[in-house]
Structures are given as structure tokens and as C-alpha cells.
């Protein structure tokens, strides 16, 4: 009698395994070999120099690592991929954080402000970036006409090597302000509203009640805003790509690590040396991911 | 009082329409650009914001040089089968990971966080590998391969399943649904805001995508919108009149689906966030 029921339990059990299994199997066999193995093999694959196409490898040891070192094309990737996230992240979230607050009370056409400044994620980067280069045009922009309207000279937009970073990332900021809009203003509506009318008693003023109130109770959204915000700015390259070519003299200023990676494995066919390039922003973003952990229990708020 | 509140409030409009006007002016000169003659898109002098007249020549000749239903139709495909697959797979995985208990379920949901930590450059060149060893470049199939399983989306729902109550689970048993059964008759109706959610996050970003689709799909019969923009950029360099008006018909589509359904649109992003 007793036997039975715990063969009973244990076929209830083993139900549930299988279930389990079953369930998570398409999921897992598909990330184990379509990211899993790919992480292996594209470490592995640093250790080659690969001819066309990945055949003909030859094992070269760390030699792709050692010429990375010398190679100022990486230091520059690294140092721009670095300075545009710089960029990006912080104007791009004070504007998004700006905007969520305004549209966080009763204004009048509020989700029309939201559906416009959300419009700029919906179109494709690639278009995006062709009209923002039209705009930049040294010659017949909108942009220049605008300065030169106002009696100011003309910028190289994408060929001055000290502004087309600059270009670039006002493009970058522009697209990701909607994104983060969103996200923002969801997490502003968590906050109770009794939370401003009782500061509003104690007569605060707006300001005051955004860096007391709503800055410390929004911290859990800002924190997820500025990490996803971090890891898509490390990985720009659709921007860059469109706007940059490799001919273009300030193609050394704003070539991004990805833009590099995507070149030296796709363009010049050595995906040996474009894999220890991807290693290397691999390694980036494990560090920044390692402070933004640490950072977040100093100054996340979680209620 | 009531004045300083007037005040603000004509602030904070002014503040709103200058950023919205930024918003939408690049898509404003896209338009008009697209409708120019290579002439008018370079006055100077007057400088010319409206087109004289509104010429189609631009998309004719564009739509003649590209075959830009094709192109629809490849977009389209990887977006409809990449959508499918996640939000299948996921769903699937994020209620095992959610509401059952088996050997190995900790070590696997690991699994899943790392892949999301990872930058996905890292698995281009194997999965680009894998696909010319499959002879499968230049598919639709190509397109979709990264797309076939979601880490993120599993992450996605298994938080939506969480937050559903034990007791419906309970009740599906004693009225003798097995596992499946309750899986997919009644908790999957229930997260359908995840589930759309996912949809929306899966469509959008692979209809962004830039780079696989350049890398896999060389054929300009096999590419994407996106990628073929790529192409018609270096093609035509110079002609801008022409490039916006490949730029509108490469835009339209999903432009057109984000105004019918942006209250989705936006809720999917705000609550995919905040489930994160």
C-alpha cells in the first residue's frame, strides 16, 4: 500500500520533469547552438587567421590579440565606441527624463506627445540615418541653410573629424529618446500621487519634489533605462555604417568597435581578427556590467 | 497662483511641441526631398523647402530599379516567422521556468540570463557559418535563423506567468487538465499582453535589423528593406531626391502599423520594461 503511493508520487513527479523538459527543450537546444556554441567558437576563432569564408584557418596563438594591441584602429573604436556612449547616455536620458515629467501630469494632448516622440524608434536606421546625412549635407543641408540664415558658417557635418562624432550621436540621442520616454513615464506613474499632493502641503516646489520625490521613486526604471541604454550605445554600428564610409577622413574618429568588427570579418574576410575584435567589446561590457551591479545597490531605490 | 500655474503649464507645451517639431522634421524633409528634382533638392539660392510640383518620377524610378515588392515581402516574412517563433518557444520555456520543478531548471534559467548579458555581435560569424554550411544564404530562412529561439523573451514571460495565481493552476488539475492542457488552455490566454508585448519588441527590432541581413543575404532578391536601403545608398550616392524616396517606401509599412496600433506599441515597451 505504502509502495504504491510513492510510486504514485514519483510517476506524478517524472510527469512533471518530462512536462519540464519538453517544454524548455526547443528554447535551449536553440540557444546552445545558435549562441552557445558561437560564443566557443568565436573565442576559438581568435586564435586563427582565417582566409575566405573560414577555410584555411591557420593557428596563430594570441597573435590576433597582440596585433590588436598594436592596432590604433582598435584603440580608436574603443575610445570612440566609449565617447559616444558618453554621449548618447546621459543627453539622451535627460531629455527622455525632461519630457516624462511633462507629460507625466494632466496636459492637454499628452499621448499625441507620446505617440510623436516615439515615432522616431518605429522607422528603420538605416533610412533614418539617409535623411539625417541629406540634413548634414555641407552644401545643400537643411542644416547649413538654417546657419547660414542666422549669418554663421558651415560645418562639415560628416567629414570634419572633430564633429562627425558629434553628428553622429545627435542622431543616436534623437532616435532613443521616445524608447526611454516610455519607459520612464511607466515608472513614473508607479508613484503614489499622495506622494506630491502631502509636499505640496509642506509647499515644495517642483523642482525640489523632483529630486526628493520623484528622482529617489523613479530609481528602479532609471537604473533599467541607463543599462539597456549603455549596452545598445556600445553596440552602435547601423548609424555609423550608413553615414561613415571607410574613404571618409573622419572615418578614424568615429569608426565604433562593432563597425570595426563587422569590416575586418565581412569586408577584409579575416574573421580571426574580427572575432578577437568582438572579444574585446565582449570584455567591455562585462566590466561596465560589473560597476553598473555594484553602482546599483548605492543608488537604486527599490520600494 | 493660479497664473504661475497658467504659466507653466504654456512652458511646459512650448517645451513639447520644439522637441516634437525635431521629432518629425527629418521625416517632413524626408517627404518633401523625395518629391524634388535633383535641381530643387540643391537651390541654394532661393532655397527650396516645397517642391514646385509634386513629381512621382523619384519613386518610379526607384520602384523600376528595385524590386521593392520582393523586398516587402522578404521583411515581411522574416518578421512574421521570427515573431511566431519567439513568442512560441518563449511562451513554452518561460511557463516551464515559471510554475514547474525539474532537475536542471536553475542551471538552464541561468543560461538564459547569461545570453541576454552577451552582445550579440559575438554570435554573428558562427550562425553566418552555420548557414553557408547549410548551403541556406540568400533565404528566408537565413534571415530568420538568429530569430528562432528568444532568451529575452523567454525572461519576458516567465515574468508575466509569475505574476498569474497557484489557485488556477489547482483548479485546471482537479478538473483533470494535465500539464499541456493547463499550460495552453488556461495560463497562455492569460498573459496575452506579454505575449503581444513580445510580438511587438520581435517585429520592431527585426525589422531595424541591419546587419545580419547584409551579411547573409547578399542577394538583392533575398534582402530586407533595411538592407537594401544600404545598397541603394552606395548606388546612388548623390541623387538624395531619389534615396528619400527609397527612405518613404522603405519606412511606410511599419510607420502605417504604429499609428493603428500605437496605444499597443507603447504599452507593450512601457510594460516589457517594467517587467525587466
Known amino acids: 500500500m505504502n509502495h504504491t503511493v510513492k510510486r504514485k508520487i514519483g510517476a506524478k513527479t517524472w510527469n512533471e520533469w518530462s512536462w519540464g523538459w519538453f517544454l524548455i527543450a526547443p528554447t535551449m537546444i536553440g540557444l546552445i547552438v545558435l549562441n552557445f556554441i558561437p560564443i566557443i567558437q568565436t573565442a576559438y576563432l581568435s586564435f586563427f587567421k582565417s582566409g575566405d569564408f573560414g577555410r584555411g584557418n591557420i593557428y596563430i596563438g594570441w597573435e590576433n590579440y597582440r596585433k590588436l594591441i598594436h592596432d590604433p584602429q582598435v584603440w580608436h573604436a574603443v575610445g570612440n565606441t566609449l565617447l559616444y556612449t558618453l554621449l548618447v547616455v546621459p543627453v539622451s536620458i535627460a531629455i527622455a527624463m525632461l519630457v516624462a515629467v511633462l507629460l507625466n501630469g494632466k496636459l492637454a494632448g499628452r499621448s499625441l506627445y507620446r505617440t510623436i516622440y516615439f515615432i522616431p524608434m518605429v522607422a528603420a536606421p538605416a533610412a533614418v540615418t539617409m535623411v539625417w546625412r541629406w540634413m548634414y549635407n555641407q552644401h545643400y543641408g537643411l542644416i547649413n541653410h538654417g546657419l547660414s540664415k542666422l549669418g554663421l558658417p558651415a560645418v562639415n557635418w560628416t567629414t570634419d573629424p572633430q564633429v562627425a562624432m558629434l553628428s553622429i550621436a545627435v542622431i543616436g540621442i534623437w532616435s532613443v529618446i521616445g524608447y526611454n520616454m516610455v519607459l520612464l513615464l511607466a515608472g513614473l506613474q508607479e508613484i503614489p500621487k499622495d506622494f506630491y499632493e502631502a509636499s505640496d502641503i509642506d509647499g515644495a516646489s517642483r523642482v525640489r519634489q523632483f529630486f526628493v520625490i520623484t528622482l529617489p521613486l523613479v530609481s528602479p526604471t532609471l537604473f533599467f533605462v541607463v543599462v539597456t541604454t549603455i549596452i545598445q550605445a556600445m553596440q552602435v554600428f547601423d548609424v555609423i555604417y550608413m553615414m561613415i564610409d571607410v574613404s571618409n577622413p573622419a572615418y578614424d574618429h568615429t569608426v565604433s568597435l562593432v563597425y570595426l568588427f563587422y569590416n575586418n570579418s565581412f569586408k577584409y574576410s579575416n574573421k580571426g581578427y574580427g572575432s578577437a575584435v568582438v572579444m574585446v567589446l565582449l570584455a567591455l561590457i562585462m566590466i561596465i556590467t560589473f560597476f553598473q551591479m555594484r553602482a546599483q545597490k548605492k543608488w537604486v531605490n527599490y520600494m | ?276
Open chain 2, 1 to 276: 497662483m493660479a497664473k504661475h500655474k497658467y504659466f507653466n503649464r504654456i512652458l511646459a507645451h512650448l517645451v513639447l511641441l520644439l522637441g516634437a517639431a525635431a521629432m518629425i522634421l527629418p521625416f517632413v524633409w524626408m517627404v518633401l526631398t523625395s518629391f524634388k528634382s535633383v535641381t530643387e533638392s540643391t537651390s541654394m539660392n532661393p532655397f527650396i523647402f516645397f517642391p514646385k510640383t509634386w513629381r512621382a518620377e523619384n519613386y518610379l524610378e526607384v520602384w523600376r530599379q528595385n524590386n521593392f515588392l520582393v523586398l516587402y515581402w522578404n521583411t515581411f516574412a522574416m518578421m512574421a516567422l521570427r515573431v511566431l517563433c519567439a513568442v512560441m518557444f518563449s511562451a513554452m520555456a518561460a511557463y516551464a521556468f515559471a510554475r514547474l520543478r525539474f532537475p536542471g531548471r536553475n542551471f538552464f534559467f541561468s543560461l538564459v540570463l547569461f545570453q541576454m548579458m552577451v552582445p550579440t555581435q559575438i554570435f554573428i560569424i558562427p550562425q553566418y557559418l552555420m548557414v553557408d554550411a547549410l548551403g541556406m544564404r540568400n533565404t528566408i530562412f537565413a534571415l530568420l535563423f538568429p530569430g528562432l529561439v528568444s532568451a529575452f523573451g523567454t525572461f519576458l514571460l516567465r515574468q508575466f506567468f509569475m505574476g498569474l495565481p497557484k489557485e488556477l493552476e489547482e483548479a485546471a488539475k482537479i478538473d483533470g487538465c494535465n500539464i499541456g492542457q493547463t499550460f495552453a488552455r488556461i495560463m497562455l490566454p492569460l498573459v496575452r499582453s506579454g505575449l503581444v508585448a513580445l510580438g511587438i519588441f520581435t517585429a520592431l527590432f527585426s525589422f531595424k535589423d541591419l546587419m545580419w541581413p547584409m551579411i547573409v543575404n547578399t542577394s538583392s532578391d533575398a534582402a530586407t528593406l533595411s538592407s537594401a536601403l544600404a545598397k541603394i545608398q552606395s548606388a546612388f550616392a548623390v541623387d538624395y531626391p531619389e534615396l528619400m524616396a527609397a527612405s518613404v517606401l522603405a519606412i511606410w509599412p511599419m510607420l502605417l502599423i504604429y499609428i493603428l496600433f500605437q496605444r499597443q506599441f507603447i504599452e507593450g515597451i512601457a510594460t516589457s520594461g517594467g517587467k525587466l
